[in-house]
Nanobody, 125 residues
Framework: QVQLVESGGGLVQAGGSLRLSCSAS????????TAWFRQVSGKERTFVAA????????YYADSVKGRFTIPRDNAKNTVNLQRNSLQPEDTAVYYC??????????????????WGQGTQVTVSS
């Protein structure tokens, strides 16, 4: 069993940076692919970035490639989402998700078994 807690959300101006953190409990986390998704009210949850348990490979949505990175620290049971050059269209609730152990990361939300409660990020223009 893995429990995930996101933190770091808030209000930021366009062009700014913000780091989200996902802290996990459970021994399986260090062996699990982890991803970030985001959701705008009334729309489907969309893929942002994913990272394998070994930190390689990583995957990014085209809309965030070059602006976001997804580092992880298995010793601390954390996966972060470093976001630079934020734009108003990055406004959403951001969710951390983890898979069952030893699987490659996926871009599909349905592949993930564990989810955090989400953290709101608002980018003002």
């Amino acid at each position: 069993q893995v429990q995930l807690v996101e933190s770091g959300g808030g209000l930021v101006q366009a062009g700014g940076s913000l780091r989200l953190s996902c802290s996990a409990s459970g021994r399986a986390f260090s062996s699990s692919a982890t991803a970030w998704f985001r959701q705008v009210s009334g729309k489907e949850r969309t893929f942002v970035a994913a990272i394998a348990w070994s930190a390689i490979p990583t995957y990014y949505a085209d809309s965030v490639k070059g602006r976001f990175t997804i580092p992880r620290d298995n010793a601390k049971n954390t996966v972060n989402l470093q976001r630079n050059s934020l734009q108003p269209e990055d406004t959403a609730v951001y969710y951390c998700a983890a898979d069952t152990p030893c699987r490659l990361p996926s871009r599909a939300a349905g592949e993930y078994d564990y989810w955090g409660q989400g953290t709101q990020v608002t980018v003002s223009s």
